[in-house]
T-cell receptor, first 117, second 112 residues
């Protein structure tokens, strides 16, 4: 059973370009979470999605960032007009359900490391 | 959201036990205590969780203080592969249950 997959693993963009980060959740998981990690810091929650719905985007910057999780295909985190401050590791996690059960763990992918030149 | 406090770093010798502390003095009665770890260049992985009672699994043990204001993750025999950043996370029942709040964590260095 493959784990959470993210691609690309490394992405280099110039200022002003767009970055698209993809996340395929574990099989059977319908909930996806995106986190951002700046160097030497812990992960910061960005957004929580179910299929075709954004449940909580309270951690998303107000501009340039968007996320989707279509009915078919991976979840996409899109960053428009990237700036140097967007350089970070972006992690995706998935879970099978959202009910507050103590067994509802989040399984993390290996991350995409975005570098903005 | 309840916060956690962990030492920035700890060091251990291989094959010896390691006790990683976490303070969470503002924990509420329904908050779960979770531990995740992040190996270098990888995403976090689940280690263990508990509510009130001490817990054991194949990776570690979790000792929870009687007043729940602190907890300790115990690695019984540290190996070089255990070198990672360990995060203590409180999960509150309710609308924020699925938003993990990672602090700075404790960076564990294991010496051979």
């Amino acid at each position: 059973n493959a784990g959470v997959m993210q691609n690309p693993r490394h992405l280099v963009r110039r200022r002003g370009q767009e970055a698209r980060l993809r996340c395929s959740p574990m099989k059977g998981h319908s909930h996806v979470y995106w986190y951002r990690q700046l160097p030497e810091e812990g992960l910061k929650f960005m957004v929580y999605l179910q299929k075709e719905n954004i449940i909580d985007e309270s951690g998303m910057p107000k501009e340039r960032f968007s996320a989707e999780f279509p009915k078919e295909g991976p979840s996409i985190l899109r960053i428009q007009q990237v700036v140097r401050g967007d350089s970070a590791a972006y992690f995706c996690a998935s879970s099978p359900f959202s009910a507050p059960s103590s067994y509802n763990e989040q399984f993390f992918g290996p991350g995409t490391r975005l570098t903005v030149l | 959201d309840a916060k956690t406090t962990q030492p920035n770093s700890m060091e251990s010798n291989e094959e010896e036990p390691v006790h990683l502390p976490c303070n969470h003095s503002t924990i509420s009665g329904t908050d779960y205590i979770h531990w995740y770890r992040q190996l270098p260049s990888q995403g976090p992985e689940y280690v263990i969780h508990g509510l009130t009672s001490n817990v054991n699994n194949r990776m570690a043990s979790l000792a929870i203080a009687e007043d729940r204001k602190s907890s300790t993750l115990i690695l019984h025999r540290a190996t070089l592969r255990d070198a990672a950043v360990y995060y203590c996370i409180l999960r509150s029942r309710g609308r924020n249950f699925n938003k993990f709040y990672f602090g700075s964590g404790t960076k564990l260095n294991v010496k051979p």
